[in-house]
């Protein structure tokens, strides 16, 4: 059984730019939230997806979009980066029925805007 | 406005002794609370939780206390060792079906 993989592990961008993190799902779980950890703070909801649907979304702008695919993989989109966008995105998967409860999550990207 | 409150940036224990790591929360909403645990370079991972119709849950040696008349829980590691050491995240949710709440963690380093 594999965890939760998450690509790339580090990035960096410039102010501006547009970003895109993966993340692959733990096998048999079929809901995928992101969290956004900024420096010395605890991870912060983004959104989460089920069945490739929104299933509910955080305190943030609509540049931040997300997609699951069909294998239940997903995307994090983050458009027109700001400086204060410089965080550790983790990924977490959740078996069916505790979407909100239990998460797996992955490592991380390691997100640096300059 | 923080819900989840961890007011101990970092702990320091030796090894064998008790940890206590504190979380504080102001959502009366809140019924659902677990704790994970962060090694550098990791994710978070699930390592205990507890919901409001208990007062406490042990899981070998971890044990979570909950206080709700004082919005207040507890995580005690029990003997602490070195492997333990990691930063703590408390997180909170309303029944289950809210997004996970998650406090700033605590630092903790258990000194051999």
């Known amino acids: 059984e594999t965890g939760v993989t998450q690509s790339p592990t580090h990035l960096i961008k410039t102010r501006g730019q547009q970003v895109t993190l993966r993340c692959s799902s733990q096998?048999?779980?079929?809901?995928v939230s992101w969290y956004q950890q900024a420096l010395g703070q605890g991870p912060q909801f983004i959104f989460q997806?089920?069945?490739?649907?929104?299933?509910g979304r955080g305190n943030f702008p609509p540049r931040f979009s997300g997609l699951q695919f069909p294998n239940y993989s997903s995307e994090l989109n983050v458009n027109a980066l700001e400086l204060d966008d410089s965080a550790l995105y983790l990924c977490?998967?959740?078996?069916?029925?505790?979407?909100?409860?239990?998460?797996?999550f992955g490592s991380g990207t390691q997100l640096s805007v300059l | 406005d923080q819900q989840v409150k961890q007011n101990s940036p970092s702990l320091s224990v030796q090894e064998g002794r008790i940890s206590i790591l504190n979380c504080d929360y102001t959502n009366s909403m809140f019924d659902y609370f677990l704790w994970y645990k962060k090694y550098p370079a990791e994710g978070p991972t699930f390592l205990i939780s507890?919901?409001?119709?208990?007062d406490k849950n042990e899981d070998g040696r971890f044990t979570v206390f909950l206080n709700k008349s004082a919005k207040h829980l507890s995580l005690h590691i029990v003997p602490s060792q070195p492997g333990d050491s990691a930063v703590y995240f408390c997180a909170a949710s309303e029944s289950g079906n809210t997004p996970l709440v998650f406090g700033k963690g605590t630092r903790l380093s258990v000194i051999a």
């Open positions: 977490a998967s959740s078996l069916p029925g505790q979407g909100w409860e239990k998460l797996f």
């Open positions: 507890i919901s409001s119709i208990k």
């Open positions: 096998s048999g779980h079929n809901t």
């Open positions: 997806y089920y069945r490739e649907e929104e299933n």
